[in-house]
């Protein structure tokens, strides 16, 4: 029988689960992007591979649930920060772009989504979308000022600043100037 480390069986339960995602993390951080094999992240927080399999069923589940820790809490704090930018579209638009680019360049997101891409089937999974399309609308209504249109080409634009800076060497505040002025061209006058 294991060892209990909790005081209770659903504590202990959810603090292993939470070990497994934390490691899983880790793992794809620290390798800019693979997914770990199951027996990997087993291994990294100290159970049986069978164990594992309680937390997580395979790798695309890993990808998936750390999809739906990463999305929400993006989503609040970029939210957060658009409203503290107060009611200057420009600005508002500016503080999306500066916090997505840095998302994706300085945090866990930019070898999580190199990660999920090897997963593809892990974007098509009904709670990822049904995430992804509730952080798309609260983004479009914090940027009303752009066409909705525009905002799928902005954020494409925002990834490959993000390669251009991660891979290419290019400086961040190049990469953010011309981010905000391909924007501010976009904005609805």
């Known amino acids: 029988m294991p060892k209990i480390t909790r005081d209770t ?7 292993q689960h939470r070990a497994v995602l ?6 794809i951080e620290e390798s800019g992007g693979q997914v770990p094999s199951l027996g990997e ?14 937390y997580a069923s395979s790798r695309v ?8 820790e990463t999305i929400p809490a993006w989503t609040a704090r970029v939210s957060e920060a658009i409203d503290a930018a107060g009611a200057d579209p420009g600005a508002r638009v ?18 999580l989504m190199a990660a999920a891409q090897q997963h593809p089937e892990a ?11 509730l952080m798309a609308g609260a983004l479009r209504a914090a940027i009303a000022d752009l066409p909705s249109d525009a905002v799928p080409l902005l954020d ?3 990834h490959r600043g993000a390669e251009m800076i991660t891979r290419d060497g290019v400086d961040r505040g ?9 924007a501010r061209g976009l904005m609805v006058p």
């Open 61 to 68: 589940d890993l990808v998936i649930q750390l999809l739906l």
């Open 123 to 133: 974007f098509t999974d009904e709670r990822v979308v049904e995430s992804h399309e």
């Open 94 to 111: 500016d503080t999306y772009l500066e916090h997505t680019l840095d998302f994706f360049v300085d945090g866990t997101h930019g070898p």
């Open 22 to 27: 934390d490691a899983a993390g880790r793992l």
């Open 41 to 54: 992240v087993a291994a990294q927080v100290g159970l049986a591979r069978s164990s594992v399999y309680a």
């Open 174 to 182: 190049r990469v953010l100037g011309m981010l905000q002025r391909m």
């Open 156 to 158: 494409a634009a925002v």
């Open 9 to 15: 069986v659903e504590e202990h339960r959810a603090a």
